[in-house]
Nanobody
């Protein structure tokens, strides 16, 4: 069992930056693929970025060049650095873990086994 706790959300002006953190419990964090998803009001939860257990990353087209995912296995933590934020980035951001990752991290939310409670990110124009 893995528990995930996100932090770092908040209110920021367009063009600003935020860094989200996701702290994971358990001793096998380094074996998990980790992903960030987001859900805006009235919309489905969508893929943002992911990082495999081996460090391979994958990003949604909408955030390429602006968002970066990284992980620190010694701290059981994954990070999402968000730059050049836009009002359309406003959403609840969720951290997710996948226990049976393969070479490339998956953008499919159904492939992830564990989810955090989410953290709100609001970008004002």
């Amino acid at each position: 069992q893995v528990q995930l706790v996100e932090s770092g959300g908040g209110l920021v002006q367009a063009g600003g930056s935020l860094r989200l953190s996701c702290a994971a419990s358990g001793r096998t964090f380094s074996r998990y693929d980790m992903g960030w998803f987001r859900q805006a009001p009235g919309k489905d939860r969508e893929f943002v970025v992911a990082i495999s257990w081996s460090g391979i990353t994958r990003s949604a087209d909408s955030v390429k060049g602006r968002f970066t995912i990284s992980r620190d296995n010694a701290k059981n933590t994954v990070y999402l650095q968000m730059n050049s934020l836009k009002p359309e980035d406003t959403a609840v951001f969720y951290c997710a873990a996948r226990s049976n990752g393969i070479t490339w991290p998956s953008p499919n939310r159904n492939d992830y086994d564990y989810w955090g409670q989410g953290t709100q990110v609001t970008v004002s124009s």
